[in-house]
């Protein structure tokens, strides 16, 4: 699902990928050149970790105590930032209690979808608007790129 948003500074991408005490959801917020995304869910979403990437330099990350949220923040901001060519700060917070193996890895696998799909629709939207000169979703055209 993609839903943008504008707001007079911001736009907003949003992304839900999963069903249930599964669900994650991502939001990429463009900041000037540079983007933000929050990627949360589960049972208990919150801020567990984020990840800095400038393009061509290794991220940079910060965990909370017994958190492992900041992975998914680094692998998220490495590839929006090396994928669009921008700076990206990454913040991630899921939980599922007494989460199984299989359960980690379909959340984290969710996580990954959302980032793709959110990189593909940005490049999609990039390369509309430069041959039609119109707005992308992150400029607040009120409908996605079609896909």
Known sequence: MI???????????????GEG???????????GEDYLIIICGGEKPHIGGF?????????????????KD?????????LISR???RT???VAGIHVENA????IEKLIEHSEECVH???STIQKSESHSSEEQGHSPLQGDPTPSPQ
């Open 21 to 31: 005490r599964l669900q994650v959801s991502a939001f990429l917020i463009k900041v």
């Open 51 to 67: 990840a800095l990437s400038i393009e061509g330099n290794p991220p940079v990350a910060f965990s909370l105590p017994r958190h």
């Open 3 to 17: 839903a943008p948003r504008r707001s007079d500074s911001t736009s907003l991408l949003h992304i839900r990928k």
């Open 100 to 103: 199984s193996r299989e359960d």
């Open 88 to 90: 990206c700060l990454a």
């Open 117 to 119: 799909e959110l990189i």
């Open 70 to 78: 900041y992975l998914v923040a680094v692998k998220a901001a490495s």
């Open 83 to 85: 994928s669009l060519g």
